[in-house]
């Protein structure tokens, strides 16, 4: 069983800039070696107060293959670094709208899509929010 730290949130102003990361916490060397097995997809998500939880950005295994939601296209990039058991996401030129908690996802045997129900792990989530 592994568990998803997100952080990084925080308050910025609008045209500004913030990097979330999401650390995969294991409680044993068997977590790890079965989380490097199964090769899983990253996703972040985010909900605003009121809406509901919407795709952000997703990324593969390898990082070959990105997604992202048109909203955030140009402004978000997301990727990893597997041995740092680590996903980011670089959100740039921020806006108002970009104000929610964000949420790292896990997808065991997903590719890091926008489907909600293709994640199996999520964290905790990580307060973003811009001002204008």
């Known amino acids: 069983q592994v568990q998803l730290v997100d952080s990084g949130g925080g308050l910025v102003q609008a045209g500004g800039s913030l990097r979330l990361s999401c650390a995969t916490s294991g409680r044993s060397t068997s977590d790890y070696a079965r989380w490097f097995r199964q090769a899983p997809g990253m996703g972040w998500f985010r909900q605003a107060p009121g809406k509901e939880r919407e795709f952000v950005a997703g990324i593969s295994w390898r990082g070959t293959t990105t997604y992202y939601a048109d909203i955030v296209k140009g402004r978000f990039t997301i990727s990893r670094d597997n041995a740092k058991n680590t996903v980011y996401l670089q959100m740039n030129s921020l806006k108002p709208e970009d104000t929610a908690v964000y949420y790292c996802?896990?997808?065991?045997?997903?590719?890091?899509?926008?489907?909600?129900?293709?994640?199996?792990?999520w964290g905790q989530g990580t307060q973003v929010t811009v001002s204008s």
């Open positions: 996802a896990a997808a065991l045997s997903g590719v890091g899509s926008s489907s909600e129900r293709s994640y199996d792990y």
